[in-house]
């Protein structure tokens, strides 16, 4: 089955300064590659997401790329804000296939 | 995208025991999921929610810890039977609209089992 590594795990970042968080995959047949961010008491809320036939995709401040070849992906937040603090989780699914796989999260930490 | 409520948010219960979870949308949905999501962890699917069928199990999830509800296209529930402290865990309903769409996650339930 599909294996998705995500770093860091922790990231502080100054107000204003740009966040990056990486993610790997396993299987050459996952196709969407979603990004949620979850705050405390709250579900995953999906930000951004992006497909194997596309390598980048912008919204705003937010913004993803896609490797194929290499088999990863990355999240990009420009000009970071104190409401940018929470745990991002990066996503994989295959082709058909309903069931997303997790990375393991990124706690982001936007210092005023 | 759909609106989703899980019911209840939280609750503390007695080992031995179980719970019902209830998730709702406010619109018919294709597809209907439950995630567990242990404490500072990730996400970890249970089972795919079936409209008029059996719930599909994922690997290490059996139905007699976890049988799964779907009578509607807007309603599923999840029970956590025999509950022990390693259950202890935030509860997610997901569901997606069509093929190609992305998941939305409802708020969860906090369980702690004492």
């Known amino acids: 089955g599909e294996n998705v590594e995500q770093h860091p795990s922790t990231l502080s970042v100054q107000e204003g300064d740009s966040a990056v968080i990486k993610c790997t995959y396993s299987d050459s047949a996952s196709n969407y590659f979603p990004w949620y961010k979850q705050e405390l008491g709250k579900g995953p809320q999906l930000i951004i997401d992006i497909r194997s036939n596309v390598g980048e995709k912008k919204d705003q401040r937010i913004a993803v790329t896609l490797n194929k070849t290499a088999k990863h992906f990355s999240l990009h937040i420009t000009e970071t804000q104190p409401e940018d603090s929470a745990v991002y989780f990066c996503?994989?699914?295959?082709?058909?296939?309903?069931?997303?796989?997790f990375g393991t999260g990124t706690r982001l930490t936007v210092i005023p | 995208s759909a609106v989703i409520s899980q019911k209840p948010s939280r609750d503390i219960c007695q080992r031995g025991t179980s719970l019902t979870i209830q998730c709702q949308v406010d619109s018919q949905v294709t597809m209907m999921f439950w995630y567990r999501q242990q404490p500072g962890q990730s996400l970890t699917l249970i089972a795919t929610a079936n409209q008029g069928s059996e719930a599909t199990y994922e690997s290490g999830f059996v139905i007699d810890k976890f049988p799964i509800s779907r009578p509607n296209l807007t309603f599923s529930t999840l029970t956590v039977s025999n509950m022990s402290p390693e259950d202890s865990s935030i509860y997610l309903c997901?569901?997606?609209?069509?093929?190609?769409?992305?998941?939305?996650f409802g708020d969860g339930t906090r369980l702690s089992i004492l």
């Open positions: 996503a994989a699914q295959e082709a058909g296939a309903n069931n997303l796989f």
């Open positions: 997901s569901v997606d609209v069509g093929l190609n769409q992305p998941q939305h």
